[in-house]
């Protein structure tokens, strides 16, 4: 016979993490759901950020570029299967913030809070606008919408890890 988990008792807190992680899932399923069904309008974003098509043309940095439409592609597809596993991940710590059982709902929340703060923070941010100087762009920059994300997971991240001291 399968043991249930220990219910807590519904705080606040917990509310405020299942409530902000059910947000973030949503948010990113439907990104992800938007890259499956408009493939080309995001691809485009990604090849040009790549290409450096649109940056100052630095000869300095141009050598960064990546031209090959099989890599962007390759890079494109990447993003939205990491996009998607990050979804599938936080809609399963959501599923576990609805049953009560808070320490596998943190530990789910937690790895797909990760998996965004990793994609919009180190992808988009620091390797889209550093290393491929999206920053110059004034028609392919990203760095506002992952700023956003980044932000929005990150203050989610925090609430999860919160301790709930009323739960003792």
Do not use: C
């Not at 974003?45 to 570029?65: C, E, G, N, P, S």
């Amino acid at each position: 016979m399968a043991s249930t988990p220990p219910r807590t008792p519904r705080t606040a807190l917990h509310l405020s993490a299942a409530l902000l992680t059910a947000s973030v899932a949503l948010y990113i399923a439907l990104v992800s759901f938007g890259n499956i069904t408009d493939f080309g309008t995001n691809q485009a974003f990604v090849q040009h950020v790549l290409a450096m098509d649109t940056t100052f043309k630095d000869d300095d940095l141009m050598w960064r570029a990546v031209t090959s439409k099989g890599l962007q592609n390759t890079a494109y597809v990447a993003i939205i299967v990491w996009e998607t596993l990050a979804a599938l991940v936080l809609i399963y710590g959501t599923y576990l913030w609805v049953r009560r059982d808070d320490q596998a709902a943190r530990r789910f929340s937690t790895y797909g809070l990760l998996m965004l703060m990793v994609l919009f923070g180190a992808g988009f941010i620091a390797i889209g606008g550093e290393w491929f100087s999206m920053w110059q762009s004034d028609t392919w920059n990203g760095l506002d919408a992952a700023l956003r994300v980044f932000v929005f997971s990150g203050i989610t991240l925090l609430v999860v890890n919160l301790p709930d001291r009323s739960a003792s």
